[in-house]
């Protein structure tokens, strides 16, 4: 029996698992393999509506849907959350006390947006990084605010979902306009980068938009404390503003239990292969998405397509073949930039962003994405994202060598490219 | 209080934007006024990054040097909020 456990179930977890379910269905009913998925919760958000929650008025429940009626048919969801990794006895324990033995391991647990790690930044901002409940705060007191200066400011870098603190901005300044009070506020986006956008191809996007909207960009502000009751944030450079509504990034970390099993760098993330995506010095082990430590974007595209790799290179481990795959960094972020008009930060390790120009369609592509997430998590619609995508992966022998898409057996697939 | 300055060094090579700016912010946040950080970026924009941060921000450039296959880059830190 080759036993394969999966900790975490948000998208890399689960499309990891139901990609393995997929591909070795034969194996798991004549029972030599087990695919066991490790989570927390029963209910699994669509993250970006996040943002739609926060400025738009969406409910949370459109966003949610139940883990177990997401998973293929010879997944195992094991709804209690991994406490402890074991590489030495190759085991996960989990919180109720549960010990799973592995033979492979996927550690896809996320990263964890957490505002106590800027003082007064949980007191004195609103967030859309921690959950459904906290953007609705948002639109909540949107309803209220009459008028002054809202912030968007960035409190720590890497975060989830590159864009988004831009895509806050352009949906605020949407909204005042719609509720005719865009005179009556104005809007200031602070970042520690040394542009509205970190790749500079994309800033050039941003740049003249934010400026015709009118909105207030500073440069190289590095937050460093919230005082709630002045309604004041400040920077480590020295700089202060104030603020009438603060609408923040907080500073991300790795998943607990990847900080309790001390599997981690100084930030809780998992050093990883940036190409095959096994976790350093370990044989059976890899990691996807944003609890890894790759210079990527974190967001689930990039969990999604390294998904791939990681279910093709644990089947080939099983079935004892060397055919390995390395993910080639791609990276895809849709950014609204309002009027119904987005672009999509694409790029590869060895690509950076290139030029956009935003369009109504990649708007729409964007929307459609919302819907069909779920069924994307079951790898239905992998031949489609072939060829939306591209090439995403590369067998090692080769990488240096083919330009070449490639394609998995069955339902299960993807490619790859990076960004910023 | 004991005020021994520090130096350190924070290898971002094999790093793209917004990688070494990134880095060199970390480092900053737990610096201390005196300390020296060097940088090492293969990046280009490091250069242009970096000098325009230190011009904002009040803190020093000491030194850019090309190396070999990458840049070296040397700050002190004489402007931060305690």
């Given at each position: 029996m080759q036993r394969v456990v999966v900790v975490g179930s948000g998208d890399g977890g689960t499309f990891t698992a139901n990609l393995l379910a997929s591909e070795l269905r034969d194996e798991i009913r004549g029972g030599s393999v087990s695919i066991q998925l490790v989570g927390e919760h029963l209910h699994h958000p669509f993250q970006p509506g996040n943002l739609d929650i926060a400025f738009k008025g969406a409910s949370p429940d459109k966003y949610v849907k139940e883990e177990p009626k997401l998973l293929r048919k010879g997944v195992e969801f094991v709804q209690d959350p991994a406490a402890r990794i074991d590489f030495g006895t190759k085991s996960v324990t989990t919180k109720s006390g549960k010990v799973l033995i592995y033979d492979y391991l996927v550690i896809a647990t996320g990263a964890v947006a957490d505002p106590s790690k800027v003082p007064g930044l949980a007191e004195g901002a609103m967030n859309f990084h921690t959950g459904g409940k906290d953007s609705q705060r948002i639109w909540e007191s949107l309803q209220n605010f009459k008028g002054g200066t809202v912030v968007v400011a960035v409190?720590?870098?890497?975060?989830?979902?590159?864009?988004s603190p831009n895509e806050a901005a352009f949906m605020l300044d949407e909204f005042f306009h719609k509720r005719e009070m865009r005179d009556k506020v104005k809007i200031r986006f602070l970042t520690p980068y040394p542009r509205p956008y970190p790749a500079e191809k994309i800033s050039h996007v941003v740049e003249p938009l934010f400026q015709e909207k009118g909105i207030e960009v500073t440069t190289f502000f590095n937050v460093d404390y919230v005082d709630p009751a002045a309604r004041k944030i400040y920077s480590l450079e020295g700089e202060t503003f104030d603020y009438d509504m603060l609408i923040a990034i907080p500073p991300h970390h790795g998943a607990d239990v990847i900080i309790q099993s001390g599997i981690?760098?100084?930030?809780?993330y998992v050093p990883t292969d940036k190409g095959t995506m096994k976790v350093k010095g370990q044989d059976c082990v890899y990691a996807i998405g944003d609890a890894t430590d790759i210079p990527v974007s974190k967001s689930g595209v990039v969990a999604h397509l390294q998904s791939v790799v990681v279910a093709h290179n644990v089947i080939s481990g099983i079935h004892e073949t060397q055919d390995i795959l390395e993910y080639n960094g791609r990276i895809n972020c849709p950014m609204e930039v309002g009027q119904r008009r987005a672009i999509f930060v694409s790029a590869t390790y060895t690509s950076p962003p290139t030029d956009q120009t935003p369009s109504m369609v990649k708007y729409i592509m964007k929307r459609s994405f919302a819907m069909i997430y779920w069924r994307a998590l079951n790898g239905s619609l992998e031949k489609v994202f072939d060829v939306f995508f591209g090439q995403t992966r590369f067998p090692v022998a080769k990488q240096e060598t083919t330009e070449k898409p490639l394609v998995m057996v069955t339902a299960p697939q993807s490619g790859g490219k990076q960004n910023a | 209080m004991s005020t021994v300055e520090q130096h350190k060094v924070i290898d971002s090579r094999g790093s793209f934007c917004p990688g070494p700016i990134t880095d060199l912010f970390k480092a900053y946040r737990s610096a201390q006024l005196g300390d020296i950080i060097e940088l090492l970026a293969t990046d280009p924009a490091a250069k242009a990054d970096v000098t325009a941060w230190t011009q904002k921000s009040g803190n020093e450039l000491l030194d850019i040097v090309d190396e070999q296959g990458y840049i070296r880059i040397l700050i002190k830190v004489t402007k931060k909020r305690s």
């Open positions: 409190a720590g870098t890497p975060h989830k979902c590159p864009p981690g760098d100084q930030d809780g | -």
